[in-house]
């Protein structure tokens, strides 16, 4: 069993960054990929980043590579992802989401999101 806790969620203007954070619970944290999705108002849920167990692999959706970055600290069972150049349409919850697979969007754990609101 995986908890998950994200922070770091809030209001900004265009062009300014956030770092998300996501606390996990477990003594097995290094197992599990870790990822990042959103969802939009009135959109369906999509996927953001994804970091393998070790941190050695990373995944990224179009629409956020070159602008955000996951990163891993295992020692402190904690995930992030930092946020640049943030746009109006980056508006959403975000979650943190465990998973054995690295290469799946079928995630087993889930957080219960942090809202970010990037306002033009």
């Known amino acids: 069993q995986v908890q998950l806790v994200e922070s770091g969620g809030g209001l900004v203007q265009a062009g300014a960054s956030l770092r998300l954070s996501c606390a996990a619970s477990?003594?097995?944290?290094?197992?599990?990929?870790m990822g990042w999705f959103r969802q939009a108002p009135g959109k369906e849920r999509e996927f953001v980043a994804a970091i393998s167990g070790a941190g050695g692999s990373t995944r990224y959706a179009d629409s956020v590579k070159g602008r955000f970055t996951i990163s891993r600290d295992n020692a402190k069972n904690m995930v992030y992802l930092q946020m640049n150049s943030l746009k109006p349409e980056d508006t959403a919850v975000y979650y943190c989401a465990a998973s054995l697979n690295f290469y799946t969007d079928a995630y087993d754990y889930w957080g219960q999101g942090t809202q970010v609101t990037v306002s033009s």
């Open positions: 477990g003594r097995t944290f290094s197992s599990y990929a």
